[in-house]
């Protein structure tokens, strides 16, 4: 059973330019969340897909968006990069959207620098 | 919508003792979930204890166990037996019942675990 994995582990992108992060799920997990750590803060909820579908939104602007594809893989595009995007992002993987009796696993993060 | 604050941003302890880590919540739910998530340098998120908020019985995980106390909206972490391993970023979580995967953190407690 192989854990979450995020790629990029690393990246450096400019003002204005457009990055796509990628998840691969646990396996056997239908669910995806994203969240955004800012240096010194704790994670914030970004958005989370379940079955390929979006099933609910924290407070971030459109120009977040998100998909997941039928192995349950998910991506994280971020449009128009500003500077205050820069933080390490996290996707975790459960079982179901409510979680109620099994375990979320994250990822290691991919850090993004925007400059 | 749900808050959790950790007032205490570092917290160090000498090996083999013990440790609590502080967290209050604000919520208008009943029915929820409370984490605690550890952090160490190598960034990926650890589930360390889960608390459902029906039960009234303080749940605990080998040497980690918590202090809920619901009429308070206080959830604390005690750590016994200190280990090196142990030193990382605690982060306190809360999650609405049915969304147990949408997770509200805290900004976090630095521990470090010294000989």
């Known amino acids: 059973e192989t854990g979450v994995t995020q790629s990029p582990t690393h990246l450096i992108k400019t003002r204005g330019q457009q990055v796509t992060l990628r998840c691969s799920s646990q396996s056997g997990h239908n669910t995806v969340s994203w969240y955004q750590q800012a240096l010194g803060q704790g994670p914030q909820f970004i958005f989370q897909?379940?079955?390929?579908?979006?099933?609910g939104r924290g407070n971030f602007p459109p120009r977040f968006s998100g998909l997941q594809f039928p192995n349950y893989s998910s991506e994280l595009n971020v449009n128009a990069l500003e500077l205050d995007d820069s933080a390490l992002y996290l996707c975790a993987s459960s079982l179901s959207p409510s979680g109620s009796t099994d375990t979320q696993y994250f990822g290691p993060g991919t850090r993004l620098t925007v400059l | 919508a749900q808050t959790v604050t950790q007032s205490q941003p570092e917290m160090s302890v000498q090996e083999a003792e013990t440790v609590t880590l502080s967290c209050t919540y604000d919520?208008?739910?009943?029915?929820?979930?409370l984490f605690w998530y550890k952090q160490p340098p190598s960034r990926q998120m650890i589930l360390v204890i889960r608390?459902?908020?029906?039960?009234?019985q303080n749940a605990t995980e080998n040497r980690f166990s918590v202090n809920f106390q619901k009429a308070a909206k206080s959830f604390s972490l005690k750590i016994s037996d200190s280990q090196l391993g142990d030193t990382a970023m605690y982060f306190c979580a809360s999650a609405i019942h049915g969304t147990a995967s949408k997770l509200t953190f805290g900004t976090g407690t630095r521990l470090q675990v010294t000989l």
């Open positions: 897909y379940y079955r390929e579908e979006e099933n």
């Open positions: 608390q459902e908020a029906y039960k009234q």
């Open positions: 919520t208008s739910e009943n029915n929820y979930y």
